[in-house]
């Protein structure tokens, strides 16, 4: 294998389309569906940029089968996306936030620790970019802010 060269813009996106279809899917994406995806009018030009990022070092494939692309992250890469959220853990992260404020609004008493706890969670939608998720919760912190005695 070559010495990994950073990617061209063009490969760069090719790379962030397999990432993002990966994370959404579960699976790597078809030389179609790339094409379809990054707007390429062959699936034989898609061939060919995929065979020059595996020769680059930023995908691989796991075997010789259909949709087995893997992007090879390298570490400044990772640091970069280290809170990018996709749109699963988005659902997920939400629906976890949505279960702590459902258990204090049933309880009895509020303690001003767990509304702290809240605000935490709140505080840390905003900083992985879920700004709309974490407005959202705010009329309902405000009606347990009120119950504390």
């Not at 993002?20 to 094409?35: A, C, D, K, T, V």
């Not at 699936?43 to 595996?54: E, R, Y």
């Not at 969670?121 to 905003?126: S, T, W």
Request: overall charge positive.
């Amino acid at each position: 294998m070559s010495e990994k060269m950073l990617p061209t813009k063009k490969q760069k996106e090719l790379l962030t389309f397999i990432e993002s279809f990966i994370g959404e899917h579960g699976y790597s994406p078809s030389y179609r569906e790339i094409m379809a995806g990054t707007g390429y009018t062959s699936v034989a030009t898609v061939a060919l940029h995929v065979n020059n990022l595996i020769k680059r070092g930023h995908l691989r494939k796991r075997d010789r089968s259909a949709r087995s692309l893997e992007v090879v992250n390298n570490d400044q890469a990772t640091k970069l996306k280290s809170n990018e959220i996709k749109p699963g853990e988005e659902k997920w992260l939400v629906e976890k936030v949505e279960y702590f404020f459902e258990n204090l609004e049933q309880s009895a008493v509020i303690e001003p620790k767990e509304l702290d706890e809240l605000y935490v969670l709140i505080g840390a939608l905003k900083v992985l970019g879920l700004d709309g998720a974490a407005q959202s919760f705010i009329p309902r912190l405000s009606a347990l802010k009120s119950r504390i005695k």
